[in-house]
Protein backbone atom coordinates (compact mmCIF):
# COMPACT_ATOMS: atom_id res chain seq x y z
CA UNK A 1 0.00 0.00 0.00
CA UNK A 2 2.75 2.47 1.25
CA UNK A 3 4.73 1.57 -1.97
CA UNK A 4 1.56 2.20 -4.06
CA UNK A 5 1.06 5.62 -2.16
CA UNK A 6 4.43 6.72 -2.84
CA UNK A 7 4.27 6.13 -6.88
CA UNK A 8 0.97 7.83 -6.87
CA UNK A 9 2.83 11.05 -5.81
CA UNK A 10 5.72 10.87 -7.44
CA UNK A 11 3.20 10.46 -10.99
CA UNK A 12 1.49 13.75 -9.39
CA UNK A 13 4.23 15.90 -8.76
CA UNK A 14 5.74 15.08 -12.15
CA UNK A 15 2.25 15.76 -13.59
CA UNK A 16 2.13 19.28 -11.74
CA UNK A 17 5.54 20.09 -13.14
CA UNK A 18 4.31 19.26 -16.43
CA UNK A 19 0.60 20.90 -16.16
CA UNK A 20 -1.11 17.47 -16.60
CA UNK A 21 -4.48 17.81 -15.34
CA UNK A 22 -5.95 13.89 -16.43
CA UNK A 23 -4.35 12.39 -13.16
CA UNK A 24 -6.23 11.99 -9.83
CA UNK A 25 -5.65 10.39 -6.53
CA UNK A 26 -9.09 8.90 -4.88
CA UNK A 27 -9.77 10.65 -1.19
CA UNK A 28 -10.19 6.45 -0.20
CA UNK A 29 -6.87 4.82 0.44
CA UNK A 30 -7.02 2.62 -2.58
CA UNK A 31 -4.77 2.46 -6.07
CA UNK A 32 -4.66 5.93 -8.06
CA UNK A 33 -6.77 6.33 -10.81
CA UNK A 34 -6.44 7.95 -14.38
CA UNK A 35 -8.93 9.65 -16.02
CA UNK A 36 -9.68 9.76 -19.61
CA UNK A 37 -6.04 10.54 -20.81
CA UNK A 38 -4.60 7.43 -21.74
CA UNK A 39 -1.73 6.25 -18.99
CA UNK A 40 0.81 5.57 -21.96
CA UNK A 41 0.59 9.44 -23.16
CA UNK A 42 1.16 10.45 -19.92
CA UNK A 43 4.07 8.55 -19.27
CA UNK A 44 5.97 9.66 -22.50
CA UNK A 45 4.61 12.65 -21.35
CA UNK A 46 6.63 12.21 -17.78
CA UNK A 47 9.92 11.15 -19.84
CA UNK A 48 9.94 13.81 -22.26
CA UNK A 49 9.01 16.82 -20.32
CA UNK A 50 10.75 15.82 -16.91
CA UNK A 51 14.26 16.73 -17.04
CA UNK A 52 13.62 20.27 -19.09
CA UNK A 53 11.07 21.26 -16.29
CA UNK A 54 13.60 20.17 -13.57
CA UNK A 55 16.70 22.34 -15.74
CA UNK A 56 14.26 25.78 -16.29
CA UNK A 57 13.58 25.09 -12.60
CA UNK A 58 17.23 24.90 -11.51
CA UNK A 59 18.02 28.12 -13.65
CA UNK A 60 15.85 30.29 -12.74
CA UNK A 61 16.90 29.78 -8.88
CA UNK A 62 20.56 30.99 -9.83
CA UNK A 63 19.15 33.43 -12.15
CA UNK A 64 17.98 34.79 -8.44
CA UNK A 65 20.56 34.28 -6.49
CA UNK A 66 22.61 36.23 -9.10
CA UNK A 67 20.58 38.95 -9.17
CA UNK A 68 20.54 39.43 -5.76
CA UNK A 69 24.66 39.00 -5.20
CA UNK A 70 24.71 41.96 -8.32
CA UNK A 71 21.87 44.44 -5.77
CA UNK A 72 23.87 43.90 -2.63
CA UNK A 73 27.18 44.73 -4.92
CA UNK A 74 25.76 47.91 -6.31
CA UNK A 75 24.09 48.74 -2.69
CA UNK A 76 27.86 48.44 -1.13
CA UNK A 77 29.07 50.78 -4.05
CA UNK A 78 26.80 53.44 -3.75
CA UNK A 79 27.31 53.56 0.43
CA UNK A 80 31.21 53.32 -0.20
CA UNK A 81 30.59 56.22 -2.83
CA UNK A 82 28.28 58.76 -0.30
CA UNK A 83 30.85 58.09 1.87
CA UNK A 84 33.81 59.14 -0.17
CA UNK A 85 31.62 61.87 -1.29
CA UNK A 86 31.38 63.29 2.02
CA UNK A 87 35.30 62.63 3.02
CA UNK A 88 35.97 64.55 -0.04
CA UNK A 89 33.55 67.52 1.12
CA UNK A 90 35.17 67.53 4.47
CA UNK A 91 38.90 68.10 2.99
CA UNK A 92 37.48 70.98 0.92
CA UNK A 93 35.79 72.15 3.78
CA UNK A 94 38.99 72.34 5.59
CA UNK A 95 41.17 73.33 2.87
CA UNK A 96 38.53 76.31 2.29
CA UNK A 97 39.25 76.93 5.82
CA UNK A 98 42.65 77.04 5.80
CA UNK A 99 42.94 79.05 2.56
CA UNK A 100 40.32 81.48 5.05
CA UNK A 101 42.99 81.19 7.70
CA UNK A 102 46.59 81.95 5.61
CA UNK A 103 44.42 84.50 3.63
CA UNK A 104 43.64 86.58 6.85
CA UNK A 105 47.30 86.03 8.27
CA UNK A 106 49.14 87.70 5.31
CA UNK A 107 46.49 89.99 5.87
CA UNK A 108 47.50 91.10 8.64
CA UNK A 109 51.28 90.76 7.80
CA UNK A 110 50.69 93.13 4.96
CA UNK A 111 48.68 95.76 6.65
CA UNK A 112 51.47 97.05 8.29
CA UNK A 113 49.20 100.14 10.02
CA UNK A 114 46.27 98.02 11.15
CA UNK A 115 43.92 100.56 8.97
CA UNK A 116 41.94 97.01 8.01
CA UNK A 117 42.78 97.35 3.98
CA UNK A 118 46.22 97.14 2.30
CA UNK A 119 47.16 100.25 0.41
CA UNK A 120 49.29 100.15 -2.72
CA UNK A 121 52.58 100.92 -0.81
CA UNK A 122 51.44 98.11 1.58
CA UNK A 123 50.97 95.81 -0.96
CA UNK A 124 54.68 96.43 -2.67
CA UNK A 125 56.53 96.39 0.34
CA UNK A 126 54.55 93.30 0.97
CA UNK A 127 54.86 91.18 -1.62
CA UNK A 128 58.44 92.38 -2.23
CA UNK A 129 59.26 91.21 1.68
CA UNK A 130 57.82 87.99 0.69
CA UNK A 131 58.64 87.31 -3.16
CA UNK A 132 62.32 88.48 -2.63
CA UNK A 133 61.88 90.33 -5.69
CA UNK A 134 61.97 94.47 -6.69
CA UNK A 135 58.52 94.78 -8.45
CA UNK A 136 57.32 97.53 -10.34
CA UNK A 137 54.57 100.29 -9.69
CA UNK A 138 53.11 99.93 -12.79
CA UNK A 139 53.12 96.22 -11.97
CA UNK A 140 51.78 96.41 -8.65
CA UNK A 141 49.27 99.16 -9.81
CA UNK A 142 47.79 96.28 -12.36
CA UNK A 143 47.74 93.78 -9.46
CA UNK A 144 45.27 96.11 -7.66
CA UNK A 145 43.20 96.94 -10.69
CA UNK A 146 43.29 93.54 -11.06
CA UNK A 147 42.00 92.37 -7.30
CA UNK A 148 40.57 95.90 -6.61
CA UNK A 149 36.52 95.03 -6.97
CA UNK A 150 35.07 97.90 -4.76
CA UNK A 151 37.43 100.33 -6.87
CA UNK A 152 38.44 101.73 -4.00
CA UNK A 153 42.65 101.76 -4.34
CA UNK A 154 42.91 99.56 -1.72
CA UNK A 155 42.37 95.87 -0.95
CA UNK A 156 39.93 95.00 2.05
CA UNK A 157 40.08 91.15 3.81
CA UNK A 158 37.54 89.95 0.97
CA UNK A 159 39.49 91.01 -1.72
CA UNK A 160 42.45 89.88 -0.67
CA UNK A 161 43.04 86.41 -2.08
CA UNK A 162 46.40 85.22 -1.01
CA UNK A 163 50.11 85.44 -1.82
CA UNK A 164 49.65 82.18 -4.19
CA UNK A 165 47.59 83.74 -6.21
CA UNK A 166 49.05 87.28 -6.51
CA UNK A 167 52.41 85.20 -7.46
CA UNK A 168 50.15 83.38 -10.49
CA UNK A 169 48.86 86.39 -11.57
CA UNK A 170 52.49 88.51 -11.66
CA UNK A 171 53.74 85.17 -13.51
CA UNK A 172 51.25 85.83 -16.04
CA UNK A 173 52.05 89.61 -16.27
CA UNK A 174 55.45 88.10 -16.91
CA UNK A 175 54.51 85.79 -19.70
CA UNK A 176 52.49 88.27 -21.22
CA UNK A 177 54.94 91.15 -21.06
CA UNK A 178 57.39 88.32 -22.87
CA UNK A 179 55.05 87.21 -25.33
CA UNK A 180 54.23 91.18 -26.31
CA UNK A 181 58.29 91.89 -26.62
CA UNK A 182 58.57 89.09 -28.91
CA UNK A 183 55.74 90.16 -31.25
CA UNK A 184 57.24 93.72 -31.16
CA UNK A 185 60.78 92.32 -32.22
CA UNK A 186 59.27 90.02 -34.67
CA UNK A 187 57.57 93.46 -35.45
CA UNK A 188 60.55 95.37 -35.74
CA UNK A 189 62.52 92.77 -37.75
CA UNK A 190 59.96 92.50 -40.55
CA UNK A 191 60.00 96.42 -40.94
CA UNK A 192 63.98 95.83 -40.87
CA UNK A 193 63.60 93.86 -43.53
CA UNK A 194 61.00 96.02 -45.39
CA UNK A 195 63.84 98.84 -45.18
CA UNK A 196 66.38 96.95 -46.22
CA UNK A 197 64.37 95.47 -49.19
CA UNK A 198 63.22 99.31 -50.09
CA UNK A 199 66.65 99.96 -49.62
CA UNK A 200 67.71 97.66 -51.95
CA UNK A 201 64.82 98.59 -55.03
CA UNK A 202 66.11 102.69 -54.51
CA UNK A 203 70.01 101.35 -55.00
CA UNK A 204 68.67 99.24 -57.95
CA UNK A 205 66.67 102.30 -59.34
CA UNK A 206 69.52 104.88 -58.63
CA UNK A 207 66.56 106.77 -56.13
CA UNK A 208 68.87 108.04 -54.25
CA UNK A 209 69.12 111.74 -53.23
CA UNK A 210 71.36 113.18 -56.11
CA UNK A 211 74.75 114.69 -55.43
CA UNK A 212 75.96 117.73 -56.72
CA UNK A 213 77.33 116.34 -60.01
CA UNK A 214 73.69 114.78 -60.52
CA UNK A 215 71.83 118.69 -60.01
CA UNK A 216 74.50 120.10 -62.90
CA UNK A 217 73.53 116.97 -65.39
CA UNK A 218 69.96 116.85 -64.95
CA UNK A 219 69.98 120.46 -66.08
CA UNK A 220 71.54 119.22 -69.30
CA UNK A 221 68.64 117.28 -70.83
CA UNK A 222 66.83 120.84 -71.38
CA UNK A 223 68.75 122.50 -73.92
CA UNK A 224 66.77 119.98 -75.98
CA UNK A 225 63.77 121.83 -76.06
CA UNK A 226 65.20 124.73 -75.73
CA UNK A 227 66.99 124.50 -79.23
CA UNK A 228 63.92 123.65 -80.59
CA UNK A 229 61.98 126.51 -78.88
CA UNK A 230 64.14 128.89 -79.94
CA UNK A 231 62.49 129.52 -83.19
CA UNK A 232 59.55 131.10 -81.08
CA UNK A 233 61.83 133.49 -80.11
CA UNK A 234 63.20 135.19 -83.18
CA UNK A 235 60.51 138.47 -82.83
CA UNK A 236 62.54 138.74 -78.76
CA UNK A 237 66.01 137.36 -80.17
CA UNK A 238 66.80 139.64 -82.99
CA UNK A 239 66.45 143.29 -82.28
CA UNK A 240 68.29 146.15 -81.06
CA UNK A 241 71.04 145.34 -78.91
CA UNK A 242 70.47 141.49 -78.97
CA UNK A 243 74.12 141.55 -80.02
CA UNK A 244 75.56 142.88 -77.00
CA UNK A 245 72.93 140.94 -74.93
CA UNK A 246 75.37 137.99 -73.43
CA UNK A 247 72.55 135.31 -72.78
CA UNK A 248 71.18 135.96 -76.82
CA UNK A 249 75.03 135.35 -77.55
CA UNK A 250 75.66 132.39 -75.67
CA UNK A 251 72.11 130.99 -77.11
CA UNK A 252 73.06 131.92 -80.54
CA UNK A 253 76.31 129.73 -80.20
CA UNK A 254 74.89 126.82 -78.73
CA UNK A 255 72.39 127.25 -81.44
CA UNK A 256 74.85 127.01 -84.02
CA UNK A 257 76.71 124.15 -82.61
CA UNK A 258 73.63 122.08 -82.20
CA UNK A 259 72.23 122.64 -85.81
CA UNK A 260 75.91 121.93 -87.07
CA UNK A 261 75.21 118.04 -86.50
CA UNK A 262 73.07 116.44 -89.23
CA UNK A 263 70.03 115.22 -87.41
CA UNK A 264 70.60 117.14 -83.86
CA UNK A 265 67.35 116.70 -83.20
CA UNK A 266 66.22 112.85 -84.32
CA UNK A 267 69.83 112.13 -82.15
CA UNK A 268 69.06 113.70 -79.35
CA UNK A 269 65.22 112.61 -79.09
CA UNK A 270 67.20 108.62 -78.87
CA UNK A 271 69.65 109.33 -77.10
CA UNK A 272 67.82 110.99 -74.23
CA UNK A 273 64.90 108.40 -74.53
CA UNK A 274 67.48 105.43 -74.23
CA UNK A 275 69.60 107.19 -71.15
CA UNK A 276 66.00 107.60 -69.37
CA UNK A 277 65.50 104.80 -69.30
CA UNK A 278 68.74 103.47 -67.45
CA UNK A 279 68.78 102.39 -63.90
CA UNK A 280 72.28 103.27 -63.48
CA UNK A 281 71.79 107.07 -63.89
CA UNK A 282 70.51 108.82 -60.58
CA UNK A 283 66.45 109.61 -60.73
CA UNK A 284 66.49 113.01 -61.27
CA UNK A 285 68.77 113.06 -64.59
CA UNK A 286 66.64 110.04 -65.85
CA UNK A 287 63.16 112.37 -64.65
CA UNK A 288 64.69 115.34 -66.60
CA UNK A 289 65.26 113.54 -69.75
CA UNK A 290 62.35 112.13 -69.95
CA UNK A 291 60.50 115.65 -69.54
CA UNK A 292 62.74 117.49 -71.85
CA UNK A 293 61.17 115.29 -74.65
CA UNK A 294 57.54 115.69 -73.80
CA UNK A 295 58.19 119.02 -73.52
CA UNK A 296 60.02 118.96 -76.90
CA UNK A 297 56.76 117.08 -78.29
CA UNK A 298 54.57 119.45 -76.75
CA UNK A 299 56.41 122.21 -78.85
CA UNK A 300 55.09 120.67 -82.10
CA UNK A 301 51.55 121.81 -81.57
CA UNK A 302 51.44 125.33 -81.89
CA UNK A 303 53.47 125.16 -84.95
CA UNK A 304 50.94 122.76 -86.10
CA UNK A 305 48.36 124.97 -85.09
CA UNK A 306 49.77 128.58 -86.62
CA UNK A 307 50.25 126.90 -89.48
CA UNK A 308 46.17 125.17 -89.64
CA UNK A 309 45.46 128.74 -89.05
CA UNK A 310 47.77 130.19 -91.53
CA UNK A 311 46.24 127.88 -94.23
CA UNK A 312 42.42 128.47 -93.69
CA UNK A 313 42.64 132.13 -93.04
CA UNK A 314 44.55 132.12 -96.99
CA UNK A 315 41.81 129.85 -98.23
CA UNK A 316 39.24 131.98 -96.74
CA UNK A 317 41.08 135.02 -98.47
CA UNK A 318 41.98 136.84 -95.12
CA UNK A 319 45.53 137.25 -93.67
CA UNK A 320 46.39 136.97 -90.11
CA UNK A 321 47.97 140.41 -88.81
CA UNK A 322 51.76 140.29 -88.07
CA UNK A 323 51.63 141.77 -84.87
CA UNK A 324 49.06 138.90 -83.94
CA UNK A 325 51.74 136.14 -84.91
CA UNK A 326 54.48 138.13 -83.14
CA UNK A 327 52.59 137.89 -79.86
CA UNK A 328 51.58 134.53 -79.93
CA UNK A 329 55.10 133.10 -80.58
CA UNK A 330 56.30 135.52 -78.16
CA UNK A 331 53.75 134.34 -75.92
CA UNK A 332 54.78 130.69 -76.55
CA UNK A 333 58.59 131.03 -75.94
CA UNK A 334 58.19 133.10 -72.71
CA UNK A 335 56.15 130.19 -71.34
CA UNK A 336 58.61 127.67 -72.66
CA UNK A 337 61.31 129.76 -70.77
CA UNK A 338 59.36 129.81 -67.36
CA UNK A 339 58.84 126.05 -67.77
CA UNK A 340 62.72 125.48 -68.18
CA UNK A 341 63.17 127.89 -65.98
CA UNK A 342 61.33 126.29 -63.19
CA UNK A 343 62.68 122.79 -63.80
CA UNK A 344 65.99 124.76 -63.79
CA UNK A 345 65.46 125.88 -60.40
CA UNK A 346 64.33 122.61 -58.83
CA UNK A 347 67.03 120.57 -59.98
CA UNK A 348 69.41 122.75 -58.87
CA UNK A 349 67.68 122.16 -54.90
CA UNK A 350 67.76 118.37 -56.01
CA UNK A 351 63.54 118.42 -56.07
CA UNK A 352 61.79 116.64 -58.90
CA UNK A 353 60.13 119.32 -61.23
CA UNK A 354 57.05 117.71 -61.37
CA UNK A 355 54.50 120.09 -61.63
CA UNK A 356 54.02 120.92 -65.13
CA UNK A 357 50.39 119.80 -66.01
CA UNK A 358 50.32 117.05 -68.44
CA UNK A 359 53.27 116.93 -69.31
CA UNK A 360 54.66 116.12 -65.83
CA UNK A 361 51.85 113.15 -65.14
CA UNK A 362 53.06 111.51 -68.83
CA UNK A 363 56.87 111.19 -67.27
CA UNK A 364 55.21 110.14 -63.62
CA UNK A 365 53.77 107.40 -65.88
CA UNK A 366 56.78 105.99 -67.41
CA UNK A 367 59.40 106.47 -64.77
CA UNK A 368 60.05 103.07 -62.76
CA UNK A 369 59.07 102.76 -59.49
CA UNK A 370 59.82 100.03 -56.09
CA UNK A 371 56.44 98.96 -56.55
CA UNK A 372 57.08 97.41 -59.75
CA UNK A 373 59.74 94.30 -59.16
CA UNK A 374 60.44 92.94 -56.41
CA UNK A 375 63.63 90.92 -54.78
CA UNK A 376 63.27 87.50 -54.84
CA UNK A 377 65.83 85.42 -51.43
CA UNK A 378 68.99 84.88 -53.77
CA UNK A 379 68.97 89.07 -55.05
CA UNK A 380 67.62 88.48 -58.56
CA UNK A 381 64.80 91.22 -59.90
CA UNK A 382 61.41 89.82 -60.14
CA UNK A 383 58.41 91.46 -61.30
CA UNK A 384 55.94 92.39 -58.38
CA UNK A 385 52.73 91.24 -58.46
CA UNK A 386 49.70 92.92 -59.83
CA UNK A 387 46.52 94.36 -58.23
CA UNK A 388 44.37 92.06 -60.43
CA UNK A 389 46.40 89.36 -59.56
CA UNK A 390 46.58 90.09 -55.76
CA UNK A 391 42.75 90.72 -55.74
CA UNK A 392 41.94 87.49 -57.51
CA UNK A 393 44.71 85.60 -54.44
CA UNK A 394 42.71 87.74 -51.64
CA UNK A 395 39.36 86.13 -52.78
CA UNK A 396 40.70 82.64 -54.02
CA UNK A 397 41.98 82.36 -50.19
CA UNK A 398 38.69 83.78 -48.96
CA UNK A 399 36.60 80.92 -50.67
CA UNK A 400 38.73 78.40 -49.36
CA UNK A 401 38.74 79.34 -45.59
CA UNK A 402 34.56 79.40 -46.42
CA UNK A 403 34.73 75.90 -47.48
Known amino acids: MNHQYKSA ?10 NVHGFSISPKLHAPTISSTPFSSLQNNVYTNAPTALTSSMLQMGTGEEQEKEDSEITRLKAMAAKLRSEAALLEADKAEQMADAAEKAFRQFDTNKDGEISITELKAGLEKVLKQELSDQ ?19 DEFVGVDRFRNKLEEFSREEKR ?3 ESQKFALKEKEIAAMLEAKAAILNDNKPTTGDKVISLLPYLFPLMDGLQYGRF ?19 YALYR ?11 VLNFLGGNPGINRLVRYNMQQAIFIDIALFFPGLLSGILG ?26 LAVLGYCSVSS ?26 DIDAEGRITAAPRKEDEKKDDEKENDEKKK
Open 236 to 254: LLVGEGAESNPFVVAVAIL
Open 180 to 182: LAS
Open 260 to 270: SVPFSGFIAFF
Open 9 to 18: AAVALICSIN
Open 311 to 336: IAAGGAGLQIPEIVSQLSTDAIFVSL
Open 139 to 157: RVEDLMKEFDNSGDGALQL
Open 348 to 373: ILGIEPNKIPLVSKAVDDRMPTIDMF
